[in-house]
């Protein structure tokens, strides 16, 4: 599987913004996609996931409220919508893919190549 995400970009604090993951390959085992973003200096953190077949989602307590993820199957695409973004959000944004949400929040997964993420505040 590959994951390619776009969306990145600077934003004012208060802004909204809208990350994009594409998920292509063998996806048949890649039940659980997700968000996670690392900010300098700190370890990679976990965001958003959702499952694919049946179209569960979950999310980090900083997100809760304010950001939501979504899945476009017929272009295999999972989506972030971010918004009421702060200087906190600021990161390096990735998504990942991985056979169950177990293994998606422990960072068992495969990964694309991140996004960057500034809001200026």
């Known amino acids: 599987v590959q994951l390619q995400a776009s969306g990145g970009g600077l934003v004012q604090a208060g802004d909204s913004l809208r990350l994009s993951c594409v998920v292509s390959?063998?996806?048949?085992?890649?039940?659980?996609v997700g968000w996670f973003r690392q900010a300098p200096g700190k370890e990679r953190e976990f965001v958003a996931g959702l499952l694919r077949r049946g179209g569960s989602t979950f999310y980090a307590d900083s997100a809760k409220g304010r950001f939501v993820i979504s899945s476009d199957n017929t272009k295999n695409t999972v989506y972030l919508q971010m918004s009421s973004l702060n200087a906190e959000d600021t990161a390096v944004y990735y998504c990942a893919a991985a056979r169950t949400v177990v293994d998606l929040q422990a960072k068992i997964a495969t990964w694309g190549r991140g996004t960057q993420v500034t809001v200026s505040s």
């Open positions: 390959g063998r996806t048949f085992n890649s039940n659980a």
